[in-house]
Antibody, heavy 119, light 107 residues
Framework: QVQLQESGPGLVKPSQTLSLTCTVS??????????WSWIRQPAGKGLEWIGR???????NYNPSLKSRVTMSVDTSKNQFSLKVSSVTAADTAVYYC???????????WGQGTMVTVSS | DIQMTQSPSSLSASVGDRVTITCRAS??????LAWYQQRPGKVPKLLIY???TLQSGVPSRFSGSGSGTDFTLTISSLQPEDVATYYC?????????FGQGTPLEIK
């Protein structure tokens, strides 16, 4: 079955760029009518959707983060990626990648990766 | 943006109780409403999508209803393993939005 796994640095300095990759295994990232999302969750707080990307390259971002977020997809590697620029302590969170669709919502999630913004 | 508001803000109930959590959207979202369960320290798990469709493998004591702006998640007989925070989500139109979450504990 399809599985997702986040990877990337666990510590990022303030003002730098956070970069994460989600690797899709057990199936092709290009199959089906799916989009691929990033969600984050600060410690003790709720879920915040960051954005989504289709394998066509079309993206939608959360307006609250739009100016700092870039998503990309590499179908040859079965991966999609997230970049958040100019990070501050407020970007410290567990970051999840997830598969979504208009039919099934977010049915598959990665295990999450903790990212701390600190000098 | 569509705001999702859950009530109650927290909930405490006894094993075997019927539990209901509501979610209100700030504008109509048809049935593009999902419910997730997040146990402490765990990854969110999809329970219900399309407002009332039970995800495969989810116990039948969970059910969902509603359409438009008002939705409900019901647990027919609360079990100890249901201790978690529950989130509703508008998942079609961007930006996708989550409710603030409802922590559920056992009395």
């Amino acid at each position: 079955q399809v599985q997702l796994q986040e990877s990337g640095p666990g510590l990022v300095k303030p003002s730098q760029t956070l970069s994460l990759t989600c690797t899709v295994s057990g199936g092709s990232i290009s199959s089906g009518s799916y989009y691929w999302s990033w969600i984050r969750q600060p410690a003790g707080k709720g879920l915040e959707w960051i954005g989504r990307i289709y394998t066509s390259g079309i993206t939608n971002y959360n307006p609250s983060l739009k100016s700092r977020v870039t998503m990309s997809v590499d179908t040859s590697k079965n991966q999609f990626s997230l970049k958040v620029s100019s990070v501050t302590a407020a970007d410290t969170a567990v970051y999840y990648c997830a598969r979504g669709s208009a039919q099934d919502a977010f049915d598959i999630w990665g295990q999450g990766t903790m990212v701390t913004v600190s000098s | 943006d569509i705001q999702m508001t859950q009530s109650p803000s927290s909930l405490s109930a006894s094993v075997g109780d019927r539990v209901t959590i509501t979610c209100r959207a700030s504008q109509g979202i048809s049935n593009y409403l999902a419910w997730y369960q997040q146990r402490p320290g765990k990854v969110p798990k999809l329970l219900i999508y399309a407002a009332s469709t039970l995800q495969s493998g989810v116990p039948s004591r969970f059910s969902g209803s509603g359409s438009g702006t008002d939705f409900t998640l019901t647990i027919s007989s609360l079990q100890p393993e249901d201790v978690a925070t529950y989130y509703c989500q508008n998942y079609n139109s961007a930006p996708i939005t989550f409710g603030q979450g409802t922590p559920l504990e056992i009395k």
